[in-house]
T-cell receptor, first 114, second 113 residues
């Protein structure tokens, strides 16, 4: 157990629907990162939050949004889902905005859009 | 624009031999490099890192080499063990707000007994 908790582990939904992925960071970590891994692809950075504030944005679609709550858990909202959104979505956390000690990743949420 | 590339999608090595995984990058602003290991159905786990001020970092069976002039790093695993079979991602940090990591596409390592 890495200490980063992601729910649900699996999600199957239809095109056009909206889903919410949840992440609880490791205790004491203020920074949360969301990454997408499509089939046989690398990890694509989506967005980062630090202590409730958006810190950096990557290749995140306008249909996707995220937030970090006062208790530091984060949610990634995916709407108007398309088949191409099927992927593994990873959340990671770190103690600070920097990554000298690396991130700690959760085990991911596998999203399947049918 | 792939700033971090792992050109070998897979690598097969005999147990006990050396595994060498390679990674190239294009952004000269990167100043910290990391390797992650990923087993199926799990998230990536941090393996080893190196700062751009160094050219080598060693941790047990794992050594990372950095050649800044060539914008190239490699991970050496000696001796390789069947339990090392996993997907290895290299990642780079630096030159951007938030210090987010840019990952390569991964190399699947298979260590045969």
């Amino acid at each position: 157990d890495s200490g980063v908790t992601q729910t649900p582990k699996h999600l199957i939904t239809a095109t056009g629907q909206r889903v919410t992925l949840r992440c609880s960071p490791r205790s004491g970590d203020l920074s949360v990162y969301w990454y997408q891994q499509s089939l046989d692809q690398g990890l694509q950075f989506l967005i980062q939050y630090y202590n409730g504030e958006e810190r950096a944005k990557g290749n995140i679609l306008e249909r996707f949004s995220a937030q970090q709550f006062p208790d530091l858990h984060s949610e990634l909202n995916l709407s108007s889902l398309e088949l191409g959104d099927s992927a593994l979505y990873f959340c990671a956390s770190s103690a600070s905005p920097g990554t000298v000690y690396g991130y700690t990743f959760g085990s991911g949420t596998r999203l399947t859009v049918v | 624009d792939q700033q971090v590339k792992q050109n070998s999608p897979s690598l097969s090595v005999q147990e006990g031999r050396i595994s060498i995984l390679n990674c190239d990058y294009t952004n000269s602003m990167f100043d910290y490099f990391l390797w992650y290991k990923k087993y199926p159905a799990e998230g990536p786990t941090f393996l080893i890192s190196i700062s751009s001020i160094k050219d080598k970092n060693e941790d047990g069976r794992f050594t990372v080499f950095l050649n800044k002039s060539a914008k190239h790093l490699s991970l050496h695993i000696v001796p390789s063990q069947p339990g090392d079979s996993a997907v290895y991602f290299c990642a780079a940090e630096g030159g951007n707000a938030g210090n987010m990591l840019t990952f390569g596409g991964g190399t699947r390592l298979m260590v045969k007994p």
